[in-house]
């Protein structure tokens, strides 16, 4: 069996008196891992210990067999997404990303290259010498996506990537990362939706109140999930034709409206989603410009299990 | 580094660049006569030797023009006889001709005694009329160094040695008095060893400018205030009449200073620099002692306790500063004092 | 393929986030308040140009004084008792605690570079941009002041290099030790507005040794311009007119940059700013 890319080890983290993680211990191996949880589960927790932006209160932490903490030679290996939209707004997509791959040491003309290399794989290059503060939501992830992958880095960890993606972004980015496992890096990516997970990769790590739950499979969790309603937001060009059509779907259990918004309940995501995505690719209703699924559903999976 | 952030450190850099070649240029165009006062103080101080021990100095153009000189004029008016005959001989209005004087005690060293003095004053003079003054007093005229100097031996004959000698011969060329006309509008007075020496260091050589000690103090006095004097104390101890808690701290007091702006009244301050901060310390004590004296012996008289609650003891470290302020009123006063012992019938104010 | 790489030196790193943060820092919302703090400097010396071509030299306390006189005046009480610590509190407590409240610090954490080698390198974007900034002011104010009251521009030149120096000796020094506050205290801003203009002028004051524990005290020592003595504030100054030796006082705020810088980068390596985002 190959080493493991992330090893915690009765790790624990406080936040004063409340627990962020507590006394977990398991491994995550390479390739492809995802972390599954509601909001508040303690997924950025860990994210932000596996990154060495934290330091573990108790117990320890390896990734790719060191520790992180205060060990800046492993960044050349990991490349972070984090989970906050947050940016210098005044600069472009390009200056941007090539000014955080010049901090990797590359010289300027490299570094250049590299963001360009990057942005282009997460289709940003048409827009790489516009202000980042012109950037729709959907760039604005991909941007911070290409940063995370411009120095090609062994180990990807990404924080909840696909949120406010539109449907074809977000296609093109589940491949990119699938795409990343099979060239034999290793990726860590948190989400609280479980199809995006299920999308990427069949290994699972499902984290609840600050513990893991279950490590392995993920097709026992979809099984529960399932019984489930699961709502979805959905912004598009022409919202109400859309909703029409959606609507005569048979898995389409309400629909409401808010703001330029449809905020759809579906019975069956996996579904819905492909054909989102296939309506999104015709361009029938316009361009369909964010999804995201505010449904916290999940934690209905989670009480479940704790149970 | 964005290119807007480049074209902004390329405009910082380039004012800064025009401003600082602009500022070169003005001080290049400048330099002959900022050479000699860009390390501060009156120009004149280029002629005083390194090592003088007492310099002083008093712009007499804002003296003479100043409240407090009107007020001394009303209040003395006997003084204008003697002003009138300098006049007459000399051809030189002190109220309106002389604009600067720097007075120089030399300290003991080489050829200089320490008894050598010298005035240079800038102003408006008739070189003609005083040479024919000096040469009436037997005075010789030299050229020195492309300079015109008037010597007169005949200045220092009354001088008698303590033990009732006259000085040996020597002694008495060396102590001879002159007076040279340096530059257009600046003649320098005294001791011919120290008038010669102003010569020397008008061609180059270590003048007080090059004593970084004494400028910095003198930096300090020359702003703001009209007239000022600094030194050694050792120069200025065997001629003070000081109490005995003072004496007893003269040895630890190096440089001493008196600066004063004389316009209504005169405001200044006296400064001593010890050699160390304990010495400051005992120093700071005695004056206190002495001030807390003197407030109660000022009586009910509230000019001479205005001027006595203006003393302000300050300082730290090695320095003990004392500020005081004289009041226009406190002059009036001893105008009135002057006037009723020339007069004692007048009534007193 | 990227295992056996080290971490770039710390001076490489901080060199890169300085260029990374110079932009930054330039054209952030402090801009307008770093302008009109500059700005008003330049405005007066357009007031004082004016009036001085229609009314003749300026008086002050009833003497006449010339433009040199002026431009010290405005040097010391202006800029060094006042626009070099206002910046050196603003900007230096700011340096960390800005990333923090963009949450951009997660992408500079993240990278392999030492966390001091970010601080060293947004205290140089700082110094960079305050210095390019301060000096032209000072330029403008020194061009339109200085010849008025029959001041000689070329006289008072090299007090002007003079002043270019202690300025920047000040930003340094100011702008260390506020990096350090800012990157030890959660509240750096009270604080080092309470250490610049509490502190400070208070201890200045004190007779003792307590105004050694100010940055100002070693400052007064470049100051190439005198204060007036002719008014009781003259007198006031006069008190704490000692002043250490100069090499003394480049020796000092030497130290006390070292210090401070090396304080803020033990600092920075070992808190956990997300904690705080």
Redesign the interface.
Same mark, same amino acid.
């Given at each position: 069996m190959s080493a493991p890319v992330i090893a915690a080890e009765g790790l624990s983290k406080w /936040?004063g008196q409340i627990i962020g993680l507590n006394d977990v211990t398991f491994e995550v191996p390479p390739g492809i891992t995802g972390l599954l949880g509601p909001n508040g589960a303690g997924k950025s927790t860990f994210m932000?210990l596996a990154?060495? @932006?934290? @330091?573990p209160s108790k117990g320890r932490i390896a990734v790719l067999g060191q520790t992180i903490w205060?060990n800046?030679?492993?960044?050349? &290996?990991?490349g $972070?997404c984090?989970e @906050?939209d947050? $940016? /210098?707004e005044?600069?472009t997509g390009l200056?941007w990303v090539a000014?955080?791959v &010049?901090?990797?040491?590359a010289d300027e003309t490299s570094a250049a290259g590299a963001a360009r290399r990057a942005l282009g794989l997460v289709d940003l290059l048409d827009a790489a010498d516009r202000r980042i503060g012109a950037y729709s939501k959907g760039m604005r992830q991909r941007v911070k996506m290409a @940063?995370a992958i411009a120095h090609?880095?062994?180990l990807l960890i990404l924080d909840e990537p696909l949120a406010g993606m539109d449907p074809l972004a977000r296609r093109k980015t589940i491949r990119m990362i699938k795409e990343w496992g099979r060239e034999g890096r290793s990726v860590l990516v948190s989400s609280h939706v479980l199809h995006e997970i299920e999308s990427m990769t069949p290994n699972i790590l499902l984290i609840n109140q600050g513990r893991i739950l279950a490590e392995g499979n993920v097709h026992q969790i979809r099984d529960l999930i399932d019984e489930h309603p699961h709502k979805v937001y959905v912004k598009a060009d022409r919202t109400r034709a859309l909703a029409r059509e959606l609507l005569a779907q048979e898995d389409v259990l309400s629909l409401a409206f808010e703001g330029e918004a449809v905020v759809v309940q579906t019975s069956k995501p996996d579904a819905f989603y492909a054909r989102l995505t296939e309506l999104a690719a015709s361009g029938v209703h316009g361009a369909i410009h964010e999804v995201t699924s505010p449904d916290d559903n999940l934690q209905a999976v989670f009480e479940y299990l704790v149970k | 580094m964005?290119t807007r952030t480049r074209y902004f450190v390329f405009g910082s850099l380039l004012v800064l660049g025009v401003g600082v070649a602009a500022g070169l240029v003005a001080y290049s165009l400048g330099y002959s006569t900022i050479a000699r006062s860009s390390a501060g103080g009156p120009p004149e101080l280029q002629y005083v030797p390194r090592d003088a021990a007492i310099v002083a100095y008093a712009d007499v153009q804002d003296v003479m023009g100043s409240d407090l000189r009107r007020r001394l004029k009303a209040a003395l008016p006997s003084s204008e006889n003697g002003q009138e005959e300098f006049q007459a001989r000399t051809g030189i209005n002190v109220e309106t001709d002389i604009d600067r004087v720097v007075a120089v005690l030399a300290r003991s060293s080489g050829s200089l005694e320490p008894h050598d003095g010298m005035v240079v004053a800038s102003g408006r003079f008739d070189n003609t009329r005083i040479e024919s003054l000096m040469r009436e007093h037997g005075a010789q005229v030299e050229e020195y160094r492309n300079k015109r100097v008037l010597v007169s031996a005949d200045a220092m004959h009354r001088r008698i040695e303590p033990d009732g000698r006259t000085p040996p011969a020597a002694d008495r060329a060396n102590r001879t008095f002159a007076l040279a006309f340096l530059e257009p509008g600046i003649i320098a007075v005294g001791s011919s060893t120290l008038v010669r020496h102003a010569v020397d260091l008008d061609a180059g050589g270590d003048n007080i400018t090059t004593n970084d000690q004494v400028m910095a103090l003198v930096r300090a006095l020359d702003n703001g205030n009209n007239a000022w004097a600094l030194g050694h104390f050792e120069a200025l101890r065997p001629e003070a009449r000081l109490p005995d808690d003072i004496v007893r701290q003269l040895p630890a007091i190096d440089l001493f200073s008196v600066s004063a702006h004389i316009d209504g009244g005169v405001y200044g301050t006296l400064r001593a620099e010890t050699r160390d901060d304990e010495a400051a310390s005992n120093l700071r004590d005695v004056v206190r002692g002495l001030l807390a004296l003197g407030r109660l012996q000022a009586g009910s008289n509230p000019e001479v306790q205005a001027m006595m609650q203006s003393l302000e003891l300050g300082g730290s470290g090695r320095t003990v500063a004392l500020s005081f302020s004289v009041p226009a009123e406190l002059f009036d006063l001893m105008g009135d004092y002057a006037r009723r012992r020339h007069s004692p019938g007048a009534p007193a104010r | 393929m990227? +295992?056996g790489? #080290?971490? =770039?030196t710390v001076a490489?790193?901080a060199l890169? %986030?300085f260029?990374?943060s110079l932009?930054?820092m330039l054209?952030s919302r402090r801009s307008v308040f770093l302008a009109i703090l500059l700005g008003a400097p330049v405005l007066m010396a357009v007031a004082i140009r004016v009036l001085g071509a229609r009314l003749g030299p300026i008086e002050v306390n009833g003497r006449a004084v010339n433009g040199a006189a002026v431009f010290g005046l405005m040097i010391w009480l202006l800029y060094i008792r006042f626009i070099v610590p206002v910046l050196g509190v603003f900007y230096g407590t700011s340096l960390i605690a800005d990333e923090i409240d963009?949450?951009?610090i #997660?992408?500079?954490? #993240?990278? =392999?570079?030492?966390?001091s080698a970010v601080l060293l390198g947004k205290y140089l974007a700082y110094l960079a941009s305050t210095v390019l900034l301060v000096l032209p002011s000072v330029m403008l104010v020194f061009f339109l002041v200085v010849p008025t009251g029959e001041g000689s521009l070329g006289a008072a030149f090299p007090s002007l290099l003079a002043d270019f120096g202690m300025l920047t000796a000040g930003l340094i020094a100011y702008g260390a030790v506020f990096a350090f506050v800012g990157a030890r205290l959660k509240r750096p801003l009270v604080a080092g507005l309470v250490f610049a203009f509490g502190w400070e002028p208070a201890a200045l004051l004190l007779p003792g040794y307590l105004k050694r524990l100010t940055v100002a005290y070693y400052l007064q020592a470049l100051v190439a311009h005198e204060r007036p003595q002719d008014s009781p504030i003259g007198m006031l100054l006069q008190v704490f007119r000692e002043v250490p030796p100069v090499g003394t006082s480049l020796i000092s705020l030497a130290l006390i940059v070292g210090l401070a810088l090396w304080a803020a980068s033990r600092a920075v390596?070992g808190r +956990?700013? %997300?904690?705080e985002?």
């Open positions: /936040y932000k990154t060495g @932006q934290l @330091q205060g800046p030679s492993l960044y050349f &290996r990991i $972070f984090p @906050q947050a $940016f /210098y005044r600069m200056e000014a955080l &010049r901090l990797n040491g @940063q090609d880095p062994e | 964005t | 990227m +295992e790489r #080290t971490a =770039p490489a790193s890169r %986030v260029d990374l932009g930054q054209w963009d949450k951009t #997660t992408y500079l954490f #993240t990278r =392999p570079i030492r966390r390596e +956990e700013y %997300v904690l985002q």
